[in-house]
């Protein structure tokens, strides 16, 4: 069975603070992909990165970051300089690959960034 | 290109009322979803299709609700009779073949009274 866990269920920051998101995973699986979406109020899931687990390389993309370790099965997420437009559900999301590509959902963390 | 279409956005129906959503995934994605996303938790995947083939099923309460995937492009998900623990938002999501990545509908939130 595999899991995703997201243990901050909400963040309030102020504009401008960095803030990070926690993400543990557990997979007996060797090969998957992680991936973090964003909700905003509208609903819509937004893709915001899928990482194999063959390539633990850290991402920057603007003012995201992603840190993968395999050693502590995490994959967090950090945002510099926040903004209110980042307020929003994050979710980070599994993918066993070869299992019909089924995602398994943390619970969210629910980010509040006030002006 | 267009993105995932999904109707209605609200439904209000009673308990034991039947409701039916639907879905048109992006052009030439040969895989769809259905999620299943209670207030405050994250998305559950109810049932997947390859074309107009079942994947997985194995968390749609096969009692209540159905699903089809006609000629493989739009699909309807129907609950029949509804109960109030179905009140959720209801995704539908598509993927190319091969694709991980899986491009999400605005979803049909759906109370029960």
């Known amino acids: 069975a595999q899991k995703v866990t997201q243990a901050q269920t909400e963040i309030s920051v102020v504009e401008k603070e960095d803030v990070t998101l926690d993400c543990v995973y557990e997979t007996r699986d060797t090969t998957y992909y992680l991936f973090w979406y964003k909700q905003p109020p509208s609903g819509e899931l937004v893709f915001l990165i899928r990482?194999?687990?063959?390539?633990?390389q850290n991402e920057i993309s603007g003012r995201y970051s992603w840190n993968f370790q395999k050693s502590t099965s995490s994959f967090n997420f950090t945002i510099t300089a926040s903004q209110v437009v980042d307020s929003a559900v994050y979710f980070c999301?599994?993918?066993?690959?070869?299992?019909?590509?089924?995602?398994?959902f943390g619970g969210g963390t629910r980010l509040m960034v006030k002006p | 290109e267009a993105g995932v279409a999904q109707s209605p956005r609200y439904k209000i129906i009673e308990k034991r009322q039947s409701v039916a959503f639907w879905c048109n995934p992006i052009?030439?994605?040969?895989?769809l979803y259905w999620y299943q996303q209670i207030l405050g938790q994250g998305p559950k995947l109810l049932i997947q299709f390859q074309n107009n083939g079942v994947v997985d099923d194995s968390q749609l309460p096969k009692d209540r609700f159905s699903a089809e995937r006609l000629k493989g492009v739009d699909s309807t998900l129907k609950i029949q009779p509804a109960k109030l623990e179905d009140s959720a938002v209801y995704l539908c999501?598509?993927?190319?073949?091969?694709?991980?990545?899986?491009?999400f509908g605005p979803g049909t939130r759906l109370t029960v009274t």
């Open positions: 052009s030439g994605h040969a895989t």
């Open positions: 999301a599994l993918i066993r690959r070869n299992a019909g590509n089924m995602l398994t």
């Open positions: 999501a598509s993927t190319d073949r091969g694709g991980n990545e899986q491009y």
């Open positions: 990482r194999n687990s063959f390539d633990e």
